[in-house]
């Protein structure tokens, strides 16, 4: 079983960055891909970008390819979310997830296993 917490949201202006971090506890972290995901109000949880289990491929939603970049250090067992040119528009609840039955991560939401509880961020224009 792996507990996720998540950290590093907050109120950044347009343009500016954020770096959110996950920390796994439990010393099967490095078995898992990782995802990130956010919710807007009302709105259903979307995928942002997920990392292999052992970091050799990553995967991003179009709205943030090249502006957002997840990275993970399996010796701190931590995954990062390095967040730039942010817009208002990725004002959101940001999620950690993990999955161990998708080695290469997914895109899907139903294939990770354990979340984090989310942490704020809100981008102001």
């Known amino acids: 079983q792996v507990q996720l917490v998540e950290s590093g949201g907050g109120l950044v202006q347009a343009g500016g960055s954020l770096r959110l971090s996950c920390a796994a506890s439990?010393?099967?972290?490095?078995?898992?891909?990782m995802g990130w995901f956010r919710q807007q109000p009302g709105k259903e949880r979307q995928f942002v970008a997920a990392?292999?289990?052992?970091?050799?491929?990553?995967y991003y939603a179009d709205s943030v390819k090249g502006r957002f970049t997840i990275s993970r250090d399996n010796v701190k067992n931590t995954v990062y979310l390095q967040m730039n040119s942010l817009k208002p528009g990725d004002t959101a609840v940001y999620y950690c997830?993990?999955?161990?039955?998708?080695?290469?991560?997914?895109?899907?939401?139903?294939?990770?296993?354990?979340w984090g509880q989310g942490t704020q961020v809100t981008v102001s224009s």
């Open positions: 990392i292999s289990w052992n970091g050799d491929r990553t």
């Open positions: 439990g010393r099967t972290f490095s078995s898992y891909a």
């Open positions: 997830a993990a999955t161990l039955t998708f080695s290469s991560g997914s895109s899907h939401r139903g294939d990770y296993d354990y």
